[in-house]
Nanobody, 121 residues
Framework: QVHLVESGGGSVQAGGSLKLSCVVS????????MGWYRQAPGKPRELVSR???????TYVDSVKGRFTISRDNAKNTLYLQMNSLKTEDTAEYLC???????????????WGQGTQVTVSS
């Protein structure tokens, strides 16, 4: 089994910063991609940023230039540095990892429990 644990959420004022962390544990044969998603009340879950196994990154337009995704392979940790936060960034942020648990396996997605980010004006 693969487990993801997020941390780093909290309440900040607009313009502030937070850094989210996602620690991945369990047996992983290979990592397909990992990403940060968010879901605000009454809205669908959206992809915020993703990093492929080769390091390629993508961002949703609304966070480009403000958020930065990174990873530390030695610590099995994915990060999301969030700067210049806006009230519309308020949501639960979830880490999702697409991994293979054995050679020939399909990429299967695992989710963390989420961490709340609240940005006030």
């Amino acid at each position: 089994q693969v487990h993801l644990v997020e941390s780093g959420g909290g309440s900040v004022q607009a313009g502030g910063s937070l850094k989210l962390s996602c620690v991945v544990s369990g047996y992983i044969f290979s990592n397909c991609r990992m990403g940060w998603y968010r879901q605000a009340p009454g809205k669908p879950r959206e992809l915020v940023s993703r990093m492929s196994s080769d390091g390629t990154t993508t961002y949703v337009d609304s966070v480009k230039g403000r958020f930065t995704i990174s990873r530390d392979n030695a610590k099995n940790t994915l990060y999301l540095q969030m700067n210049s936060l806006k009230t519309e960034d308020t949501a639960e942020y979830l880490c999702g990892a697409d991994v293979r648990q054995y050679n020939g396996d399909a990429c299967r997605r695992y989710w963390g429990q989420g961490t709340q980010v609240t940005v006030s004006s």
